[in-house]
């Protein structure tokens, strides 16, 4: 492999990634830094597959040596890969912190920003965090973006606090977008989640006094029909009245309505019943209807 010419090269490093063979890291790691592009993303993905922890320090920092965007993004993932594979998940963000701190090129700090952001765990929001205050703007930016694909919900707080302080409205509507996203994946995982219905709701009703456009309200209602909650239907219910966003609040009410039906019976048949107060439309009422008569089965079983 070393003695073969570029295109050969790529591809009996891509042999070496399918037969598993992690002797060959050290030799792959020379190539990763290696000039041919075709070479060095195939180096940098047998790297994520082969390398172990070990092996991760050297790995960052040659992500930390990249000029420009060429094999940037292979560098990232085979980064977070190899994190990943760390024996105490408390510790994965450790090596790529120790490069981070004392960086000092913003590409370099950008790509060890979105590196944390793949990891997701305490250490690495309380990082990227802590950019948000950074001095290059760039650098803010990739914080921001990295928080609001945050795959859980430990950024909501912070997703909620640039939302409300942010004068970037780029940055309002992706940290929005993160917001709502994050307390609907924790409301998926029901009690177990870190947002739950109740305390979701809650961070929606601090939300709902700060929405401005439109297309704000409509992100929120999509949001809020993943909230099995009679506070989410309370909320919801309030597009019903508003023509801008009326066409997103039908769905979203009928979709909360009826996942809570059975829990919050008044509630539930109240929204309904406004639904067909609201509507023409006579697939939507045949939907608020079923809710009522879902509702009324409930009644009839309790009795």
Not at 87 to 97: F, M, S, T
Not at 134 to 142: E, F, H, K, P, S
Not at 205 to 222: D, F, H, I, W, Y
Not at 230 to 253: H, I, R, S
Request: one cysteine or more.
């Amino acid at each position: 492999m070393q003695k073969a010419a570029p295109a050969l090269r790529a591809q009996l490093i891509d042999v070496l990634f399918e037969r598993n063979a992690v002797a060959a890291v050290p030799t792959l790691l020379l190539e990763a830094a290696g000039g041919d592009s075709k070479v060095r993303r195939a180096a940098l993905r047998a790297l994520g597959r082969l390398a172990g922890e070990k092996d991760l320090p050297a790995l960052v920092s040659l992500l930390a040596q990249i000029k420009g965007a060429g094999g940037r993004t292979d560098a990232e993932r085979a980064v977070v890969a190899v994190a990943r594979k760390t024996a105490k998940p408390g510790r994965q963000a450790d090596a790529i912190l120790a490069v981070l701190n004392g960086e000092q090129q913003v590409e370099a700090r950008c790509s060890l920003l979105r590196v944390l952001g793949g990891l997701a765990n305490q250490k690495a929001l309380d990082a990227v965090c802590n950019a948000l205050k950074d001095g290059d703007a760039q650098v803010r930016d990739t914080a921001v973006r990295a928080l609001s694909d945050w795959p859980n919900a430990q950024a909501a707080e912070t997703l909620l606090e640039i939302y409300r302080e942010t004068q970037d409205q780029a940055h309002r509507l992706l940290s929005l977008r993160g917001l709502v996203r994050v307390l609907s994946v924790s409301a998926e995982a029901g009690p177990l989640g870190e947002y739950p219905a109740d305390k979701a709701v809650e961070i929606y009703r601090q939300v709902v006094k700060l929405l401005g456009s439109p297309a704000e309200k409509k992100l929120v209602l999509s949001g809020l029909s993943n909230i099995a909650h009679p506070g989410a239907l309370e909320m919801a219910c309030a597009g019903l009245d508003d023509e801008a966003v009326k066409a997103e609040a039908v769905p979203a009410v009928m979709k909360i309505a009826r996942a809570i039906a059975g829990s919050c019976r008044v509630e539930a048949r109240a929204a309904a019943e406004k639904v067909l107060s609201a509507t023409t439309n006579e697939v939507v009422r045949r939907q608020a209807e079923d809710v009522i008569a879902l509702i009324e089965s409930f009644d009839c079983t309790s009795r």
